[in-house]
Nanobody
Framework: QVQLVESGGGLVQPGGSLRLSCTTS????????MGWFRQTPGKQRELVAV???????TYADSAKGRFTISKNNAKNTVYLQMNSLKPEDSAVYYC?????????WGQGTQVTVSS
C-alpha cells in the first residue's frame, strides 16, 4: 500500500514563504500525476497545483505567480513552494497521487498565515 507523507506546514506571517514536501513510499513514476489540494472548514477540497509524470504543471488561479510545484524523481518527492503567502492561503494542504482513476491522499499538513 503506497503511502504519502507530507511535511513543511506551519505558521507564517503574511508575505512569507513555506515549502511543502510529499514523499511517496513507492516510485513516483508509477503515478500519472501528483498534486496539492487544500481544504478549509466547511468548504470543499480544492486544487492548488498538479504536476504530471511528464512535468506538465497546472495551477489554480489563486496560486499562479506565487506557488511553484516541482518534483525530485530520485527522492520520490513532490514539493510546493509557496511565496507571498496571504491569510486566505490558510488551510490544510493535502498531497495527492493519481494513477488512472485512483487517488491516494496524504494525511494533510496545516498551513496558517497570520500576523
Amino acid at each position: 500500500q503506497v503511502q504519502l507523507v507530507e511535511s513543511g506546514g506551519g505558521l507564517v506571517q503574511p508575505g512569507g514563504s513555506l515549502r511543502l514536501s510529499c514523499t511517496t513510499s513507492g516510485s513516483i513514476f508509477t503515478f500519472d500525476a501528483m498534486g496539492w489540494f487544500r481544504q478549509t472548514p466547511g468548504k470543499q477540497r480544492e486544487l492548488v497545483a498538479v504536476i504530471t509524470r511528464g512535468d506538465a504543471t497546472t495551477y489554480a488561479d489563486s496560486a499562479k505567480g506565487r506557488f511553484t510545484i516541482s518534483k525530485n524523481n530520485a527522492k520520490n518527492t513532490v514539493y510546493l513552494q509557496m511565496n507571498s503567502l496571504k491569510p486566505e492561503d490558510s488551510a490544510v494542504y493535502y498531497c495527492n497521487a493519481r494513477r488512472g482513476a485512483t487517488d491516494k491522499w496524504g494525511q494533510g499538513t496545516q498551513v496558517t498565515v497570520s500576523s
